[in-house]
């Protein structure tokens, strides 16, 4: 982002401090049930007040953040900036990978396909992944190399083309697999995999992505709740992760 931009949005911020404070509760209370009232479907998960002053920050159900004034009458969407003495921070990046880390831990990894650290393990990292997805599939390539370096990797599943298609049934097909890691090798591979059919947490897996921001695939997302969009090769995430 460039510096005008940084203006811009330091004074769109600047520009909705709101009234004075209300009793602890009401000012929430109200947002939420302005919003709700405004944006049919909308299901606001959380509101509190922003480190921003007069701004209170709005969590919405399909992982989108918004600001508001304590009215609620004035919105602003996109992402909150900070000026530090190490430059530019991202409040609300911080804040939504605070809200990821508690969504998957809520979740509790249950149905992920694991591909386990080799010795001990350094790291864990959650990849929401498609099948079919080309740079999923280069990423998988590369498993084997997380796990020498330490990282577990734990496949969610988040097939782009949504319910009832054939990639989210390929999905459920590898899941109910007798061997799930023999089974995903091959459908990464592109090899044909048993049509299977049971109970299975992919279209759980698939929402959970929605609610934490998972808008393209791989979205890694690591331990402490950011997410990294996109392949990255196994030697770039392992340097981030501090293991090399």
Known sequence: MNIKSVAVSVGLALTLVGAPASQAGEAEDRIAQRLTDAVPGLKV????????KGLYEVQSNNGDTIYTTEDGTYLLTGDLLKITEN?????????RAGSRKDLMADYGGKGVISYPAKGKEKAVV???????????????????????????????AFPRSGPG????NKYISVWCADDQQAAMDAAKAGRSVEQKSCENPVAEQYRLGGQVGVTGTPAILLEDGNMV??????????EGLNIL
Do not use: M, W
């Open 45 to 52: 998960n959380s509101v509190r007040e922003s480190e921003a």
């Open 87 to 95: 430059g530019i921070a991202n409040v609300t990046e911080e804040s």
């Open 126 to 156: 959650n990849v929401f992944t498609d099948i079919d997805c080309p740079y999923c599939r280069k990423l998988h390539d590369e498993v084997p190399q997380l796990n020498e370096y330490g990282i577990t990797v734990n496949y969610y």
């Open 165 to 168: 298609t054939a990639s989210f």
């Open 229 to 238: 969009r996109g392949y990255v090769p196994a030697r770039n995430l392992a």
